[in-house]
T-cell receptor, first 115, second 119 residues
């Protein structure tokens, strides 16, 4: 069974619209993350949450809002979509403790295309 | 400036050979970790191995091992006895202890090296 579920796998949106990317993890981890991979760029860290609280936000735009309704959920709401938002968005999770970091496990990604 | 650099964008070897993938990084932190991941065609990102800055042990996991040269800020992933399934894109990633002393979990990735194993 998949340990980290991301829905949908593919998403096409029009400029100006709003979408929510879903992520659920079943690894019992206390921390969850969002990364983005645009064409020909390395994975780029966006957000991290621990116990449903924001730990770090490296996203310049407020159009990207993470939402954590449950401990094992971290959805990503993107408003006023732009073509530049086209990318594959990866959710990840790990067991995080102060002063160290264990490996992060990644979901399969949601490929978003904004027309 | 890029913090994690993987110089080679592609690499290819014959099945059964050994391959070394290089990664250099920049950090001013004393405590940091380095990770290697493999990106599969299916889209899955698979964790391979971790190296802690504080560790002098030669990390190894199955056919994967690392060569960690801390003073040079360099880490290499060595894959032995290559198999066709080893084909994929390999990423080096850096975790640094945040200056704030809090939690972040942020990984900084290199651009990856696309590996092809020839049968």
């Amino acid at each position: 069974d998949p340990k980290i579920i991301q829905k949908p796998k593919y998403l096409v949106a029009v400029t100006g619209s709003e979408k929510i990317l879903i992520c659920e993890q079943y690894l019992g981890h206390n921390a969850m993350y969002w990364y983005r991979q645009s064409a020909k760029k390395p994975l780029e860290f966006m957000f991290s949450y621990s116990y449903q609280k924001l730990m770090d936000n490296q996203t310049a735009s407020s159009r990207f809002q993470p939402q954590s309704s449950k401990k094992n959920h971290l959805d990503l709401q993107i408003t006023a979509l732009k073509p530049d938002d086209s990318a594959t968005y990866f959710c990840a999770s790990s067991q995080e403790i102060l002063g160290s970091s264990y490996e992060q496990y990644f979901g399969p990604g949601t490929r978003l295309t904004v027309l | 400036a890029q913090k994690v650099i993987q110089v080679w964008s592609t690499a290819s070897r014959q099945e059964g050979e050994e391959l070394t993938l290089d990664c250099s990084y920049e950090t001013s932190q004393v405590l940091y970790h380095l990770f290697w991941y493999k990106h599969l065609l299916s889209g899955e990102m698979v964790f391979l191995i971790r190296q802690m800055s504080s560790s002098t042990a030669k990390e190894r996991s199955g056919r994967y091992s690392v060569v960690f040269q801390k003073s040079l800020k360099s880490i290499s992933l060595v894959i032995s006895a290559l198999q066709p399934d080893d084909s994929g894109k390999y990423f080096c990633a850096l975790w640094e202890l945040p200056n704030t002393g809090g939690l972040s979990g942020k990984l900084t990735f290199g651009e990856g090296t696309q590996v092809t194993v020839i049968s």
